[in-house]
């Protein structure tokens, strides 16, 4: 599995802007290659290992900033993320996309960060809907949560209120599914 660079960008300008104070210090813990990656100027165009150079730094993340709780570190970029690349171009588009429409368009976003990658919208609904996509590093829930905290911060930015995610037991065989719901 890989990651585009575009998606350390985002990862780099969380700990830049929430955890300034420690960044070189996050950079400083990051095994030779990541630290490669991170302590220069990110090729926004290159593909990277999930493993080896994403799935390292959000791990790093977890253990400098979250007391090692994966999940909330995962969730906390993620948010992020979402609010850094939703910027520009994209915010018209948060203002007049339906939440479908803007969940349909996070499936192609997520496959343009991400390959291999399969995603599946299902059981679309008024307020909800089922999102499934391939699991994204085989030993950790963390990059999934990456996606999750996107999603749900992508909704929000639409203006849907009362945004939430339920996993729930994936119809596809090597993938994660979430139900997100909104008021």
Known sequence: MEVKGTGLVSIRAYVKERHAAQYQNWV???PN???AVFGDVINTSGWFSI???YYTALKNIADLFYGGDQKLAAYQVGLFSASYD???VYKVFLMIATPQALMKASKRIIAMYYRPVDVIIDDVQKNSLVLSSTLLHPE???VDYVNIAWCVRALELANCKSVSYEKIVPKYANMFSIRLSWG
């Open 28 to 30: 400083n813990t990051l």
């Open 33 to 35: 290659s990541s630290r």
């Open 51 to 53: 493993d080896q150079v």
């Open 86 to 88: 939703l910027k520009g």
């Open 140 to 142: 950790s829930e963390m």
